[in-house]
């Protein structure tokens, strides 16, 4: 169906259960549950074609709905920015959240894929720098080579096809003599192009715009059996770990990205204009690769 009508599949999924949870919750009314298909296709048509009050609540989005419904649900509302979260269970993931909640478009997975990492490679719990790194790591590949060439990442990902191959794609396309540094700075440019316009539309913004969904560090919300029973995020411990991701990116305590930063990648003019709307540090410069 969302083929059909055009939407986002992990939108709409995530956009239903925040509306059924809602419900369940008390904060708005509704003749929806969690397991009623029938209805949620229903709905989704609604939706699609915003029909009726709950298709234009749907179409709307997890954070504009909570915002409605109020009651203190936009602590479960799942999302970032307003974008809605794939279905990462990532209340005992620290690093993952750290990549939902820092994404410049809100929480998309494809910009910081760390889960498998954190699982297999660290301690999943755990709140080190190294998981800060890695996020900015990832998205320097990501964005500075998959998404702006563009390639699809997946020889890379599913296949261990080097990256060491696409710096000679690009200069045998281009002429352009480009080593991996070189796009990691691109990704670098990109990103505080991208933090910056989103500072330059919400000028107040603070560093809770980079939290992944409140419900991640309550207490109550954590499983209630399996491994990670009775675990959650902490958020003191997560501000330490978004400490760590803004000064590796060259980043005030906000995730305003300071003037120095945006002087070493070329953005002197960018800076200045976004000096105007928001108050920027002169700062640290962004660690190398």
């Known amino acids: 169906m969302c083929d059909d009508y055009g939407m986002d599949t992990i939108s709409a999924g995530a956009n239903l259960a925040f509306y059924a949870d809602a419900i369940d919750r008390g904060a708005t009314k509704g003749d929806f549950k969690f397991g009623d298909a029938e209805r949620a296709k229903a709905l989704l048509r609604m939706a699609a074609l915003r029909e009726s009050e709950a298709g234009n609540l749907l179409a709307d989005g997890s954070m504009r709905m909570a915002r409605k419904f109020g009651h203190g649900s936009a602590a479960y509302a799942m999302h970032c920015k307003g974008l809605e979260l794939s279905a990462y269970n990532c209340k005992y993931v620290p690093g993952q959240a750290l990549a939902f909640g820092v994404g410049p478009m809100g929480a998309h997975h494809k910009d910081a894929w760390i889960i498998t990492y954190e699982l297999k490679q660290t301690s999943r719990g755990s709140y080190g720098r190294d998981k800060a790194q890695k996020v900015v790591d990832i998205q320097r590949i990501r964005t500075g080579i998959f998404e702006s060439l563009p390639l699809c990442r997946f020889p890379w990902v599913e296949l261990g096809w080097s990256l060491d191959n696409y710096p000679t794609y690009f200069t045998t396309a281009t002429g352009l003599d480009w080593k991996l540094e070189d796009f990691y700075k691109a990704a670098d440019r990109i990103w505080a192009l991208m933090k910056a316009h989103y500072v330059r539309e919400f000028p107040d913004l603070d560093r809770t715009a980079d939290y992944p969904p409140m419900c991640y560090f309550d207490p109550a919300n954590a499983d209630k059996e399996g491994i990670i029973a009775g675990k959650h995020l902490e958020l003191d411990k997560y501000n330490e770990l978004l400490d760590h991701f803004y000064d590796i990116r060259g980043w005030d305590k906000r995730g305003v990205p300071t003037r120095k930063t945006m002087e070493s990648l070329g953005?002197?003019?960018?800076?200045?204009?976004?000096?105007?709307?928001?108050?920027?540090?002169?700062?640290?410069?962004?660690?190398?690769?």
Request: charged share 35%; net charge negative; glycine share 8%.
């Open 267 to 289: 953005l002197a003019q960018e800076a200045e204009e976004l000096s105007r709307v928001a108050k920027m540090e002169d700062g640290a410069v962004r660690q190398g690769v």
